[in-house]
């Protein structure tokens, strides 16, 4: 029951409540989040936050099937038991697996009785993941972002000085290339390539050179990789 200018609620019973954004709300999600990992001892999980990811290998497709659903189950009852519900609209699966293989998949993956979607790409905590792991989907979300600032930092470049635009750099550039970039860095050479020639193009935007300038030494001028 509570009271709001004049304006009395009517009473009414609950079985769980807590305040929100109180010190016991962040209590019960670690509560809940750190006992999750004990649910199996089949799959390995990944938790951050309210996001969880669950990761199981195996050779055979069948016996990969019949665990993984298996060990949703023990997830559904879990769920119930601590009263929380899972975002189904969410929730996908994806398959690791070489370029090379190219098998028809079957896998049918259930929670609760609703099918899991697969997919053949994913966001986990901001980097893109395919199931080639070629990093081609994270590199060209990068070179997108990366493509936009470049329009922002060569119009600044008519009234502001060269530092200026070195900030810039590092403000609007330089965060999307070094998140994860030890993760998605490691691919080939071929698929980074992209990304080196919008560095050129900005590092050039920033001398105030033209646009068919050397770039080594203006690499090694401004610190920049």
Request: charged share 20%.
């Amino acid at each position: 029951m509570g009271q709001s200018q004049k304006y009395l609620s009517c009473k009414a019973s609950i079985n769980v409540y807590c305040i929100e954004h109180s010190y016991c709300v962040y209590c019960y999600v670690l509560l809940y989040i750190n006992d999750l990992c004990n649910v199996s001892k089949v799959v390995d999980f990944i938790l951050f936050a309210d996001d969880t990811n669950i990761f199981f290998s195996h050779k055979d497709f069948n016996s990969l099937s019949e665990t993984l659903n298996s060990e949703m189950c023990k997830l559904t009852q879990w769920c119930r038991a601590n009263k929380l519900s899972i975002n189904f609209k969410k929730s996908n699966f994806m398959v690791f697996r070489p370029r090379q293989r190219r098998q028809t998949l079957d896998l049918s993956i259930q929670i609760d009785n609703n099918n899991i979607d697969c997919v053949k790409e994913t966001v986990l905590l901001g980097v893109i993941l395919d199931e080639h792991l070629s990093w081609k989907p994270h590199i060209l979300s990068v070179c997108r972002k990366i493509s936009k600032s470049i329009g922002i930092i060569y119009k600044s470049s008519f009234c502001l000085p060269k530092t200026s635009l070195h900030c810039l750099y590092y403000s609007l550039v330089y965060p999307y290339l070094i998140y994860c970039v030890s993760v998605w860095g490691s691919t080939y050479q071929s698929n980074l390539s992209r990304v080196f020639i919008l560095q050129k193009k900005i590092i050039r935007i920033i001398s105030k050179v033209s646009f068919d300038s050397h770039t080594d030494v203006l690499f090694k001028e401004y610190g920049i990789l």
